[in-house]
């Protein structure tokens, strides 16, 4: 019985898979630091699809972007975190329904 | 073969173990718990990294998103109520049916383009040839046009398809499009003597016709390099090899990221220092009291 090969696709569908999970919490969840949560977890698959590139192509660019993205990432939790503390100072909830103040 | 079933059985383990850990953060109410799968499946994605032979990536995994990244969730989940969430009776709402069709559609895309991926020549190729028998893959660059009996070749299993052998060179060639490989590069006469921007020339006139699904045979000396035969395409094409061959040794270090990141990327990594540095100063003044509270220090 031949192994099973991992391949790219392996890697790819798993990172869909991730993308998809990470997209349906940043979708459907009401709770900012949640959906906060589900936005990482994009980022990170999105990493994933390029180490898997820069793996399957041998290229170190790939890893160069996933460094790029991580720093992306930590200014951005730094950033979106100390909007929901602000938020939340302000209007007492994190639930993105009743934050609708810029809902016209 | 053993190997094989290593890696696919380490592979799938610590899928598995991501995507239930990722399920986990969208699916379970309480954001402590959340924020603790979010660890887990951090961890499983630096696996999966250290997999993929990226090492440097799989400790900056570790060290920025499961130390800081996570420390900072949960210090935000400790300074806010938690029990909003839990009081709310969440309502069904047809949006949200819509949402969950909406990103298994976009996962159904994704998963068909990344089979649509899994040609040959990314199953058994110059892809999988790379990880599995490096020392064939030198055998053949530094064979590339000029039979060598010197190197102690391992008897080959199955011959390289010639799709196999034009990407090996044309990785080979595209190792040499950075300057500084460009330069180390040990070449040959009439190389040595050449301008660098004509060795640049020839290096992309060899790539043109790789790309028109050239033969080897077929790469002779291109238009304009009349004074160059076919003994001297070898030898450029065996230099080029070699820097694909320390490029190979190099792959997922932090000497290879750093290289790149400090040379070829340079404005990208000052343009994200900059962004940390304007994150830094936008947190700082969200972080401040209001004026009008009272607290202004």
């Not at chain 1, 975190?81 to 009743?98: C, G, P, S, W, Y």
């Not at chain 2, 199953?123 to 064939?136: I, M, T």
């Not at chain 2, 990594?269 to 994150?279: D, G, K, N, Q, V």
Request: net charge positive; aromatic share 8%.
């Amino acid at each position: 019985m031949s192994p099973i090969v991992i391949g790219l696709d392996h890697f790819l569908s798993l990172s869909a898979v991730l993308f998809g999970i990470g997209m349906i919490g940043a979708l459907v969840r009401r709770n900012a630091i949640t959906v906060f949560m589900s936005i990482e977890l994009m980022l990170n698959s999105v990493n994933l699809a390029f180490a898997a590139f820069a793996y399957y192509r041998w290229d170190t660019t790939g890893q160069v972007f996933v460094f790029l993205v991580m720093v992306v990432a930590a200014c951005e939790v730094a950033a979106g975190l100390a909007i929901i503390l602000a938020l939340f100072r302000n209007k007492e909830t994190v639930n993105l329904d009743e934050l609708n103040v810029m809902r016209w | 073969m053993l190997t094989d079933w290593i890696y696919a059985i380490a592979f799938f383990v610590t899928a598995a173990a991501t995507v239930a850990s990722a399920l986990m953060v969208v699916l379970h109410r309480n954001p402590v718990i959340n924020a603790l799968y979010l660890v887990l499946c951090f961890f499983g994605v630096a696996v999966l990294y250290v997999l993929l032979e990226s090492h440097f990536l799989a400790a900056l995994q570790v060290l920025l998103y499961a130390g800081a990244v996570l420390v900072l969730f949960l210090m935000i989940i400790m300074l806010i109520r938690l029990d909003q969430e839990q009081l709310i009776k969440v309502k069904p709402k047809p949006g949200k049916a819509l949402a969950v069709a909406a990103a298994l559609g976009v996962v159904l895309v994704m998963i068909g383009v990344a089979h649509s991926l899994s040609s040959p020549s990314s199953q058994r190729g110059a892809f999988l040839l790379q990880r599995e028998q490096p020392e064939r893959i030198a055998a053949f660059l530094l064979d590339l046009g000029e039979r060598r009996a010197d190197l102690n070749v391992a008897p080959q299993k199955e011959p390289l398809s010639e799709t196999d052998k034009v990407q090996l060179a044309r990785q080979a060639l595209n190792a040499l499009a950075k300057p500084e490989t460009m330069a180390k590069a040990q070449w040959p006469e009439p190389f040595r003597s050449m301008a660098p921007n004509r060795i640049e020339a020839l290096r992309k006139a060899l790539l043109a016709g790789l790309s028109r699904q050239w033969t080897l045979a077929q790469i002779g000396a291109p238009a304009g390099f009349k004074e160059l035969n076919r003994a001297h395409i070898a030898a450029f094409i065996r230099t080029a090899a070699k820097a694909r061959l320390t490029q190979l040794d190099e792959f997922g270090t932090t000497a290879a990221v750093g290289r790149d990141l400090f040379s070829r990327y340079l404005l990208p990594f000052e343009a994200a220092s900059i962004l940390l540095l304007a994150a830094i100063v936008g947190v700082l003044l969200l972080a401040r009291r209001n004026p009008e509270e009272g607290g202004s220090r």
